[in-house]
């Protein structure tokens, strides 16, 4: 594509939800995509590196600050990071407890890791859409690259690989422990025999078939959608920095309001994905008759 | 916006980080807030237990100080019951020297007087042998007499 793309509005948006693909061009051959086109083409053997990339950065501080505190718990006095620490361990641990009637020591720290991993995730939304990846095409620059193609996407969480990945994660935890706790014929006959009785067996599995697979579904989609959402909200608004004085006023006032609200947001997208996983799993282990 | 390898990728980094947690940032926290726990509800029993033993350890006061008032009470009437049966002693052994003194000057004045009178019969005797010397202004025999003289002053 060529440079002038980037200065349309579409360019733009189109611009800010490319992710920095790296994988093999039919044609081009192994290297980045200079294009969503690009990324497209290069079919399933692709990975997005800014994804990637911001997820580990953001979970590897998440375990690297609460493995840091860890190590230097103590029960007597708290100090102050160590008070932030159990103030969200306490949080995720009354979650669990309150939802979740089985024992299993995953729960918790499955729970603690997604809440404090998604909230970080969600928590890049707030940067000004602008700034990493304007940074990141002026530092690529210095090496000759057009910063027009060069693609960063900041906020993990926009990204359906990595919302999909935790959910099918939570999915195969809950398949597991449904055949752990009940065999495979009680999972089997759970999915088969309820609600209608062993007559309505189609109709059953139909049923229990779907409430299944909307499980990760929702997961994911529920966190991707809201995320993408407020995503391109920040991009549209973003877009009304190019009008004049008034309407640069008016993106400021948008895009301050809409940060504070974003707050929210994020922070009930990642307590919402910890709640249900943690319900998901309690069904998992729970008889039904 | 595509879904790829990065759906794998990404699958593993959260099994790891999940593993991770569960393995060295969970546990250490949670026992450390469980110790905790335990600690405050020691550290409250204790206090009870400390409130407990001191209003019994007031209690057990009290009544040590009563005990030694009493007691000191009882000291104090039996020294005086002792300093009034000394005191009656001491009057009752005065009485009794008092009385030995007495009889024993009583004793000495009957014997000085026994003396006395014996000594004075001697002499009235003596004299009166001389007088009978000088009355009969003759040879007498004195052993002859003297029988009769003692005799006669043994009447006085």
């Known amino acids: 594509m060529s440079s002038s793309e980037a200065l349309t509005s579409q360019g733009y948006i189109q611009h800010h939800l490319t992710n920095l693909t790296l994988g093999v061009h039919p044609e081009h051959g192994f290297g980045f995509a200079h294009s969503s086109a690009e990324a497209a083409d290069m079919g399933f053997w692709a990975i997005n590196v800014d994804t990637m990339f911001f997820s580990i950065l953001l979970g590897g501080l998440f375990i690297w600050f609460f493995r840091g505190v860890a190590e230097r718990i103590t029960a007597g006095v708290p100090g102050t990071a160590q008070n932030f620490v159990e103030w969200i361990v306490d949080f995720v641990e009354e979650n669990v407890r309150g939802s979740f009637s089985a024992r299993n020591p995953m729960v918790a720290p499955l729970a603690l890791t997604i809440f404090a991993w998604v909230f970080m995730m969600n928590l890049m939304d707030l940067l000004p859409v602008d700034l990493l990846p304007y940074l990141f095409g002026q530092f690529l620059a210095v090496f000759g690259a057009d910063p027009h193609h060069v693609f960063l996407r900041v906020v993990p969480t926009t990204d359906p690989n990595a919302t999909f990945g935790m959910a099918l994660m939570v999915f195969f935890l809950v398949l597991y422990y449904s055949v752990k706790i009940k065999g495979v014929g009680g999972f089997l006959g759970e999915l088969t025999l309820q609600p209608f009785g062993k007559w309505g067996m189609p109709a059953n599995l139909l049923l229990e078939g779907i409430s299944l697979l909307s499980k990760p579904l929702s997961l994911a989609l529920r966190l991707f959608g809201n995320m993408y959402a407020g995503e391109m909200i920040f991009i549209l608004i973003a877009l009304l920095y190019g009008g004049g004085v008034v309407l640069n006023l008016t993106g400021g006032l948008l895009q301050f309001v809409w940060a504070v609200f974003h707050i929210l947001i994020i922070t009930l997208q990642a307590f919402i994905f910890m709640v249900l996983t943690i319900v998901y799993l309690d069904m998992a282990h729970q008889e039904h008759h | ?156």
């Open chain 2, 1 to 156: 916006m595509n879904i790829n390898l990065t759906l794998f990728a990404q699958m593993i980094a959260f099994a790891v980080f999940v593993g991770f947690c569960m393995k060295y940032v969970w546990p250490p926290i949670v026992n450390a807030l469980a110790e905790r726990k335990t600690k405050i509800a020691e550290g409250l029993a204790a206090a009870e237990r400390g409130h407990q033993s001191k209003a019994l350890g007031e209690q057990r006061a009290l009544e040590l100080m009563k005990d030694a008032k009493a007691a000191a009470a009882e000291i104090v009437g039996q020294a005086q019951k002792r300093a009034t049966e000394i005191v009656e002693e001491a009057k009752g052994d005065a009485r009794a020297e008092g009385g030995r003194l007495v009889a024993s000057a009583q004793a000495e004045i009957d014997r000085e007087t026994n003396r006395a009178r014996e000594e004075l019969r001697e002499r009235v005797a003596s004299l009166a042998v001389a007088a009978a010397e000088k009355i009969l202004q003759k040879e007498i025999d004195v052993a002859a007499h003297r029988s009769l003289v003692d005799s006669f002053a043994k009447q006085l």
